[in-house]
T-cell receptor
Framework: KNEVEQSPQNLTAQEGEFITINCSYS?????LHWLQQHPGGGIVSLFM???GKKKHGRLIATINIQEKHSSLHITASHPRDSAVYIC?????????????FGTGTRLQVTL | DGGITQSPKYLFRKEGQNVTLSCEQN?????MYWYRQDPGQGLRLIYY???????QKGDIAEGYSVSREKKESFPLTVTSAQKNPTAFYLC????????????FGEGSRLTVL
């Protein structure tokens, strides 16, 4: 079992829909990252959080440390949101530099 | 604009050849990382460096080598000892090893012919 599990693996939505991507992890963590990978391959960091909730524009990230679960929400989705969304965690144990990555959720938003 | 530049974006190599992927950052970040991405798998750490003239092996360092002679540069050499080098390689940097947002380059896709 992977330490970081994302669901769903693939998601298709129509423009305007509210989208939720989930991330569950099995180890104690000090931080969780949400990343966005564009079709060309480049990755952009969306959020880094260790508790509660963060919001940036139409994106909202929440984390529940006790339940070892995080969600990424996209409100009023748009075709430009089409990308792979990756969850990564920084375990409490292990080297300071090591992140464990999920395999990503591929989102396609259609008109 | 500050950021990370990887080059080349696409690279083809024959079996038995060493190739070097460039990663340059002008963010004044101390920590730099090399990851490998394969289809259906999460990113895996190859090497990382927390400070100039120092670097550490990640989870899949075999067949790879790095150097960190300057703060802004962290090149990765894929040697002929790497048995399955065809992959997408991503370089990243962070301001502080323990905290801070990760910044990624656009990646380099290596194909072995």
């Amino acid at each position: 079992k992977n330490e970081v599990e994302q669901s769903p693996q693939n998601l298709t939505a129509q423009e305007g829909e509210f989208i939720t991507i989930n991330c569950s992890y099995s180890v104690g963590i000090s931080a969780l990252h949400w990343l966005q990978q564009h079709p060309g391959g480049g990755i952009v960091s969306l959020f880094m959080l260790s508790s509660g909730k963060k919001k940036h524009g139409r994106l909202i990230a929440t984390i529940n440390i006790q339940e070892k679960h995080s969600s990424l929400h996209i409100t009023a989705s748009h075709p430009r949101d089409s990308a792979v969304y990756i969850c990564a965690v920084k375990p409490l144990r292990g080297t300071a530099s090591k992140l464990t990555f999920g395999t990503g959720t591929r989102l396609q938003v259609t008109l | 604009d500050g950021g990370i530049t990887q080059s080349p974006k696409y690279l083809f190599r024959k079996e038995g050849q060493n190739v070097t992927l460039s990663c340059e950052q002008n963010l004044n970040h101390d920590a730099m990382y090399w990851y490998r991405q394969d289809p259906g798998q999460g990113l895996r750490l190859i090497y990382y460096s927390q400070i100039v003239n120092d670097f550490q092996k990640g989870d899949i360092a075999e067949g790879y080598s790095v150097s960190r002679e300057k703060k802004e540069s962290f090149p990765l050499t894929v040697t002929s000892a790497q048995k399955n080098p065809t992959a997408f390689y991503l370089c990243a940097s962070k301001d502080n090893v323990n905290t801070g947002e990760l910044f990624f380059g656009e990646g380099s896709r290596l194909t072995v012919l």
